[in-house]
């Protein structure tokens, strides 16, 4: 069965300074990886995925994500925050469940909090 | 294109009130779902449904129950509202059928039961 973990709760950053969202899962199988972004009273939208090959992935709003598949992590990063980084970040792991579905289980998210 | 939609956006009930939590997509994709938002929980699965005529129990279905009314929509029902029911609400969809594996979310329905 697989798990999500990001151990980190809340990440206060300084505006402009670098930030890592870690993200470690426990999988058997081959899996796709997605970090997904939710801003105060909405709902969560794509960030970025990686489903194969390169595994450095780009997304929007200047994050990228490096899959390590050694280390079984998705850690997320950008080199410079904006104060509109400010939200919630959930990284999601899906496989393929017994029955052959894509199930999809998500981390329990890290707060982050761009402070001026 | 509106995506996906929920209704409705707030809603408060009493213990023991049953209500019905609407959620449409018009993407065209097959698997949709619903979730429950807790803090430092992350998001939790209650129920799935992987195409149309299907429905599949998640991590924490106890309390509710689900129709996949057609491709376009996905209800959530509340026969008698507890307090721990009180939550955020998330509809998602994906499109496996076309391999695009990221789920498209509503922007939720804030639930209190009192």
């Known amino acids: 069965a697989q798990s999500v973990t990001q151990l980190d709760s809340q990440v206060p950053v300084f505006e402009e300074a670098p930030v890592e969202l870690r993200c470690n899962y426990s999988s058997s199988v081959s899996v796709y990886l997605f970090w997904y972004v939710q801003y105060p009273n909405q709902g969560l939208q794509l960030l970025l995925k990686?489903?194969?090959?390169?595994?450095l992935v780009k997304g929007i709003n200047g994050f990228e994500a490096e899959f390590n598949k050694s280390q079984t992590s998705f850690h997320l990063r950008k080199p410079s925050v904006h104060i509109s980084d400010t939200a919630e970040y959930f990284c999601?792991?899906?496989?393929?469940?017994?029955?052959?579905?894509?199930?999809?289980?998500f981390g329990t998210g890290t707060k982050l909090q761009v402070i001026p | 294109n509106a995506g996906v939609t929920q209704t409705p956006k707030f809603q408060v009930l009493k213990t023991g009130q049953s209500m019905t939590l609407q959620c449409a997509q018009d993407?065209?994709?097959?698997?949709m779902y619903w979730y429950r938002q807790d803090p430092g929980m992350g998001l939790r699965l209650i129920y799935y449904?992987?195409?149309?005529?299907?429905?599949d129990k998640g991590e924490v279905p106890n309390g509710y129950n689900v129709s996949r009314l057609n491709k376009r929509e996905f209800s959530l029902r509340l026969e008698s509202a507890a307090p721990s029911q009180t939550s955020v609400y998330f509809c998602?969809?994906?499109?496996?059928?076309?391999?695009?594996?990221?789920?498209?979310f509503g922007p939720g329905t804030r639930l209190t039961v009192t």
């Open positions: 449904s992987a195409s149309e005529g299907t429905t």
């Open positions: 998602a969809s994906r499109d496996l059928a076309a391999l695009r594996h990221e789920q498209y």
């Open positions: 993407m065209n994709h097959n698997s």
């Open positions: 999601a792991v899906s496989e393929k469940d017994s029955g052959g579905y894509q199930k999809v289980t």
């Open positions: 990686y489903l194969s090959g390169s595994t």
